[in-house]
DNA sequence: AGTAAAAGGTTTTTT
DNA sequence: ACCTTTTACT
């Protein structure tokens, strides 16, 4: 550790591009040289400080194509890079590499990923396509008969990530996370196996592969080439990367003793962090000192966003992480002040059940517009996507237009997939997850069929896939759509409707003269046959084609479209009644997660009951409890003017519909000893509470990768 | 043998 | 709302 209480000397720069900064950011912004890790406090102006940085830099003369820019979304970095093109140093911040660690890491790869003997056109696997695969491989496996409970896929994925992302044992995941799926150990192995043979012959990453590969390839032969690439690498959220990120950083990083260093900024808030069920590890954060010798801290305090009201309150939750109940929580001490010292108090109100909850929220935003508050500088936070349920039923009869951020994304739902299936079967023929999902939409292909239809298009399972010297998959599969569209294939007759449908939509397709938008549109037919039969509400789900089509009307390339899709999903929720126009005015609602890095002048946090904040999933460890306490002091901090905390006594439980049991709930245990800090209040029936470095051989990358994966199961 | 329909379960948060 | 297993039907 390091001290960072360290006297910061502020020398008076004055630059354009620092304009408006206070003197802390004005260093932050101007530092040069040794490592740099700003501690910025929820408010403190990051973002503007970040942005000032890159502005200074290019001013200064920095090459823009040499500075590295890595955010948490693309969003984010947008936001900056427009904030610093709207300083004096305009257009030079177009040319920036800026993005996600997984959106850089699918550029780099594309382009020095031979070394890992990897094609150029590799394709990636979203989390959605990751499960599917393991769906796949395990019923290829054939898991069943097992007594108890075989676990879903999606849980099998989710213990896959959680084992490479921390880089811990399959053991140790297990007993920690899944002791539930304990008994599988061994059939996990195998999976795991077969999941990953299956990727590699198939030239397709996940999302980890697309960290684990560049990581690799920093200490590869190109390693050298690709640290040359950057002069100056900054990192936003810092204490939300996993190990496996800030092995990639110092691997792109030249070190401080070279005759020319990258120059390396770090910004961070370790009260933010939680993206712990990630493998995020704040002591990323607490060892940058370590990991970078003689780096600098400089700490934002300066709150510019919320009132001290509010930020009282933010302050004393988080000051309850230095009790017993919590394992370590923050390192970099920090007390938020404002100048903001008027200002009306947060309000706490306790509702008697969740409609009232609803109720009330839905009457509140509807006063603050009255207010002159508009809906769009208003949010509803809450913690798990499904909270807005209730609350979203009460918005759409009132008429108040609202936008969802988090939760389960259109991309997500089945009918998207099915159709974006298809563009990529168009896209890369040899895609055999495309294919599955295609041609298992089909009446009468069930399992059996799958397979046999799986041989005849090429992608049998004997031996490896055959590759040519740059390692792209030769003829046999790479011409499945031509076998496809040969009609030589037997499918079953229930499906000859369907099947001569979608041979003419995808030959029209294959002829390459249609724009990603109108192949969309011939494709439509072919969904308008099968989706009667394999959906309850088929409507509904044909018109959010339309919406799909519209947006790859942005799109000149189908493979563009996809990648884009793939690396940066749109993260707002499909919306019923159709998108509100951008002139409208919505209110937003968000999980917490989501809400990271905004603020809004009014904010609505619900939910606030003991077993949703913190998620009753969580109170089992100190560790997860401590991200809980977080996550609250996220979501209170996004708060400008107006905070309005509300729970309900009772709500239900509707995991399972049968018995629509009910649940007594207390106020969040978080919130309980702040309580006098709160105008407090309750609506309708609720009374009070109630007691309840050596160069490695060029196809070393891969190899080293897999031998990897596979020492942490076996 | 293989598919479809019905019954029975289901640990948030997301790049 | 969706996934896995079981059962019934062709």
Same mark, same amino acid.
């Given at each position: 550790?390091f %001290? ?13 591009a ?8 004005? +260093? ?7 490592? $740099? ?5 929820a408010?403190?102006?990051?973002t503007?400080?970040l942005a ?24 984010a970095?947008?936001?900056?890079l ?5 300083? /004096? ?19 780099l790869?594309?382009q ?14 979203d989390q ?21 409970r ?13 084992? *490479? ?18 008994d599988?150990?061994? %059939? ?11 990727k ?19 200490v ?11 002069d ?5 959220e ?13 691997g792109?990083?030249?070190?401080f %003793?070279?005759?020319?260093?990258t120059?390396?900024? /770090?910004?961070?808030?370790?009260a ?7 493998s /995020? ?14 780096a ?7 709150n510019?966003?919320?009132?001290s ?23 970099? /001490?920090k ?11 947060p309000r706490?109100?306790t ?13 509140a ?8 508050? %508009? ?5 509803v ?12 039923l ?24 099915d ?15 495309a294919?599955?999902? *295609? ?37 046999r ?11 030589? $294939?037997?499918?079953?007759? +229930? ?10 939509a ?8 249609l ?5 969309i ?26 919406h ?8 000149r390339?189908?493979?563009?479209f996809?990648?884009e ?13 159709g998108?509100?126009?951008?002139d409208?005015?919505?209110?937003? $609602? ?7 890095g ?19 999933m ?5 560790a ?11 979501? $209170? ?6 905070l ?8 239900h439980v509707?995991?399972?519909g049968?018995?629509?049991?009910? *649940?007594?709930?207390?106020?969040s ?7 006098p ?13 109630v ?5 490695? +051989? ?17």
């Open positions: 550790m %001290d960072s209480s360290a006297p910061v000397d502020l020398p008076a720069l004055t630059h354009p620092l304009d408006g900064l206070n003197p802390e950011q004005r +260093a932050a912004a101007a530092h040069r040289g040794v490592p $740099l890790l700003i501690v910025a406090g408010g403190t102006g990051k503007k400080t000032a940085r890159v502005g200074h830099l290019v001013a200064e003369g920095a090459d823009p194509n040499r500075i590295l820019l890595l955010t948490f979304t693309r969003r970095a947008e936001e900056m427009s904030r610093v093109s709207n300083s /004096a140093t305009n257009r030079a911040a177009a040319r920036v590499w800026s993005g996600t660690f997984h959106a850089i890491a699918n550029r790869l594309r020095y990923g031979g070394a890992a003997a990897l094609s150029p056109s590799f394709t990636v696997l959605a396509d990751s499960t599917d695969l393991f769906g796949i491989v395990r019923t290829a496996e054939g898991f069943a008969e097992r007594g108890k075989f676990p879903r896929k999606e849980t099998i994925s989710a213990i896959y990530s959680r084992m *490479v992302n921390s880089q811990q044992k399959l053991g140790t995941v297990l007993d920690v996370d899944y002791p539930w799926c304990a599988y150990a061994d %059939d996990l192995r195998t999976l795991f196996g077969a999941y990953t043979a299956t590699r012959s198939q030239q397709v990453l996940d999302y980890d592969d697309l960290l684990l590969f560049w990581r690799g390839l920093t590869s032969p190109v390693g050298g080439a690709m640290r040359d690439l950057f100056h690498i900054l990192i936003d810092y204490q939300d990367t996993n190990p496996i990120q800030a092995d990639i950083i110092r792109m990083t030249r070190p %003793d070279d005759p020319c260093p120059e390396v900024c /770090a910004v961070g808030d370790d933010q962090a939680i993206y712990g069920f990630r /995020a590890s704040v002591e990323n954060m607490w060892a940058f000192a370590e990991h970078f010798p003689g600098r801290t400089i700490t934002l305090e300066e510019y966003r919320s009132t009201p509010i930020l009282a309150v933010a302050n004393a939750v988080l000051a309850q992480a230095a009790g017993p109940s919590f394992g370590e929580v923050t390192h970099f /001490a007390e938020l002040w404002s100048t903001r010292t008027s200002g009306i108090r706490l109100i509702a008697s059940d969740e409609t009232d909850q609803s109720r009330f929220v839905a009457e935003v509807l006063d603050a517009r009255e207010r002159g508050i %508009d809906l769009r500088e208003q949010a936070l809450f913690r798990a996507g499904h909270h807005s349920d209730g609350l979203e009460e918005l759409a009869r009132r008429d108040i237009p609202f936008v969802k951020y988090g939760g389960l994304k259109y991309l997500e739902a089945g009918h998207v997939k159709l974006l299936a298809l563009l990529r079967v168009l896209e890369n023929p040899a895609d055999v997850l294919w599955h999902r *295609v041609l298992a939409t089909l009446s009468g292909v069930g399992p059996a069929t799958l397979r046999r239809l799986n041989d005849e298009l090429g992608f049998g399972n004997e031996g490896d896939a055959p590759v040519d010297a740059d390692g792209v998959p030769t003829t599969t790479a011409n499945a759509l031509d076998r496809f569209l040969d009609s030589d $294939l037997k499918l079953p007759s +229930a499906a000859a409707e369907q099947t001569k449908e979608l041979r003419n995808l030959g029209a397709c294959a002829t390459g003269s724009r990603p938008a109108e192949e549109d011939r494709l439509k037919p072919f969904c308008q046959l099968i989706f009667p039969a394999k959906y309850d509400n088929p409507a509904p789900r044909l018109a959010d084609l339309d799909l089509a519209s947006t790859a009307g942005a799109y390339s189908r493979d563009r996809l990648t899709l793939t690396l940066d999903p749109p993260s707002k929720t499909s919306e019923q009644a998108p509100p126009h951008l409208d005015d919505w209110l937003t $609602l968000s999980t917490i997660h989501s809400a990271k905004m603020e809004w002048k009014s904010v609505h946090l619900i939910h606030a009951a003991d077993g949703n904040l913190p998620s009753d969580a109170i089992g460890d100190k997860g409890l401590a991200e809980e306490l977080r996550l609250l002091y996220v979501g $209170l901090t996004r708060a400008r003017d107006e309005t905390v509300t729970f309900p006594l009772r709500f509707h995991r399972q049968l018995d629509d049991r009910h *649940v007594y709930a207390q106020l245990r978080f919130l309980e000893p702040v309580r800090l709160f105008d407090q209040g309750h609506t309708g029936a609720a009374e009070g509470t007691d309840l470095t050596d160069p490695i +051989a060029s196809v070393g990358v891969a190899d080293e990768v897999d031998a990897m994966l596979f020492s942490l199961w076996d």
